[in-house]
């Protein structure tokens, strides 16, 4: 293999950042013999404000640079949503397992040893690098995904708290039941995209003040598959997509899309599905006004056990009758 064989089209924009010009020129040489643009750094907070300004795909930071050392500076870069997807990679001496270490702890992804070898330089350059473009290009579809969730939430309610409430209800459901963190999360996420699906219904159909009639229905009950479908690309899908697609299933098994019933239904789909029908219950819609919250909850008794399942609808009765605002609940 040759420096050839390792070029990356287009070439990268690299901090370097050493406590020594001759092994930092260096570093540079062999990178931008390869095409990349290489950034010069000789301490830490020079190195910060680089990475700050200049937006470099990745960083090459040396153990033993002054005023922020690199644990420092990489613990900032990690912690910082603007800077955290930037690969660091940290110069260490040949056999510091310590200085690895302490690297893995503040978030460093990779390890080169000093004196660097210019093919496993830039091996890893190139590796770190694919990596992050393709996270980029995976955050950048999320934040689209996310965004055209929004526009058709306020579209569909003409308001843009429906999915922060839900959030709210979803997370006190699951944390009464002793939901872990990250279910939790999948939570937050599924209350965002749920309905993302009714992208594809028409207007007329989703604004309809009458009863709808039964080919509008159908068009109403394809919006779970295609929200999964459109959700796909998350990089956490196969999470997020069983609540998506199977929020509108009912526990007697009479729902949509797959008429999956009881506990076939996965555990954050039911909750979603309570927490959605008690906002939307409470919220005004098209065809009929909002409802008090008595009548609501009188609605989800009544449906524990056909439409939800009873255990959760309990348990949301009870967190709800303890809190002391329940329409109010955040995530």
């Given at each position: 293999?040759?420096?050839?064989?390792?070029?990356?089209?287009?070439?990268?924009?690299?901090?370097?950042?050493?406590?020594?010009?001759?092994?930092?020129?260096?570093?540079?040489?062999?990178?931008?013999?390869?095409?990349?643009?290489?950034?010069?750094?000789?301490?830490?907070?020079?190195?910060?404000?680089?990475?700050?300004?200049?937006?470099?795909?990745?960083?090459?930071?040396?153990?033993?640079?002054?005023?922020?050392?690199?644990?420092?500076?990489?613990?900032?870069?990690?912690?910082?949503?603007?800077?955290r997807n930037i690969p660091v990679v940290m110069v260490v001496s040949p056999s510091a397992q310590d200085e690895k270490?302490?690297?893995?702890?503040?978030?460093?992804?990779?390890?080169?040893?000093?004196?660097?070898?210019?093919?496993?330089?830039?091996?890893?350059?190139?590796?770190?690098?694919?990596?992050?473009?393709?996270?980029?290009?995976?955050?950048?579809?999320?934040?689209?995904?996310?965004?055209?969730?929004?526009?058709?939430?306020?579209?569909?309610?003409?308001?843009?708290?429906?999915?922060?409430?839900?959030?709210?209800?979803?997370?006190?459901?699951?944390?009464?039941?002793?939901?872990?963190?990250?279910?939790?999360?999948?939570?937050?996420?599924?209350?965002?995209?749920?309905?993302?699906?009714?992208?594809?219904?028409?207007?007329e159909v989703l604004m309809k003040k009458g009863k709808l009639s039964a080919a509008e229905f159908d068009e109403i009950?394809?919006?779970?598959?295609?929200?999964?479908?459109?959700?796909?690309?998350?990089?956490?899908?196969?999470?997020?997509?069983?609540?998506?697609?199977?929020?509108?299933?009912?526990?007697?098994?009479?729902?949509?899309?797959?008429?999956?019933?009881?506990?076939?239904?996965?555990?954050?789909?039911?909750?979603?599905?309570?927490?959605?029908?008690?906002?939307?219950?409470?919220?005004?819609?098209?065809?009929?006004?909002?409802?008090?919250?008595?009548?609501?909850?009188?609605?989800?008794?009544?449906?524990?056990?056909?439409?939800?399942?009873?255990?959760?609808?309990?348990?949301?009765?009870?967190?709800?009758?303890?809190?002391?605002?329940?329409?109010?609940?955040?995530?």
């Amino acid at each position: 293999m040759t420096s050839d064989d390792l070029r990356l089209q287009p070439g990268a924009r690299v901090l370097v950042a050493d406590r020594s010009e001759p092994a930092a020129r260096q570093i540079g040489q062999y990178l931008e013999a390869v095409g990349h643009t290489v950034l010069v750094a000789t301490d830490g907070e020079e190195a910060l404000v680089r990475i700050r300004r200049d937006d470099p795909e990745l960083a090459i930071l040396d153990v033993g640079i002054p005023r922020l050392n690199a644990y420092q500076l990489c613990e900032r870069v990690k912690n910082h949503p603007t800077t955290r997807n930037i690969p660091v990679v940290m110069v260490v001496s040949p056999s510091a397992q310590d200085e690895k270490i302490r690297g893995l702890e503040v978030g460093a992804e990779d390890f080169l040893a000093r004196p660097v070898n210019k093919l496993e330089l830039l091996a890893r350059v190139k590796s770190l690098v694919k990596v992050k473009r393709l996270n980029d290009q995976v955050e950048t579809t999320e934040n689209v995904i996310f965004g055209l969730a929004q526009m058709i939430e306020c579209k569909v309610t003409a308001q843009e708290s429906h999915s922060h409430r839900l959030c709210g209800y979803a997370c006190l459901l699951g944390r009464a039941i002793g939901l872990l963190e990250e279910d939790l999360e999948i939570l937050r996420k599924g209350a965002i995209l749920h309905d993302i699906g009714k992208i594809a219904v028409r207007e007329e159909v989703l604004m309809k003040k009458g009863k709808l009639s039964a080919a509008e229905f159908d068009e109403i009950k394809r919006h779970p598959e295609v929200g999964e479908q459109i959700c796909g690309s998350l990089r956490d899908a196969d999470l997020v997509a069983p609540v998506i697609r199977h929020h509108q299933e009912r526990w007697d098994g009479t729902g949509y899309p797959d008429r999956l019933g009881g506990e076939q239904i996965p555990l954050l789909a039911r909750i979603m599905a309570i927490a959605d029908a008690y906002d939307a219950m409470l919220s005004p819609r098209p065809y009929r006004p909002a409802m008090d919250q008595e009548e609501a909850l009188a609605n989800l008794r009544a449906g524990a056990g056909r439409q939800w399942d009873p255990h959760l609808v309990d348990v949301f009765l009870s967190v709800l009758k303890r809190s002391d605002a329940p329409l109010a609940v955040v995530s």
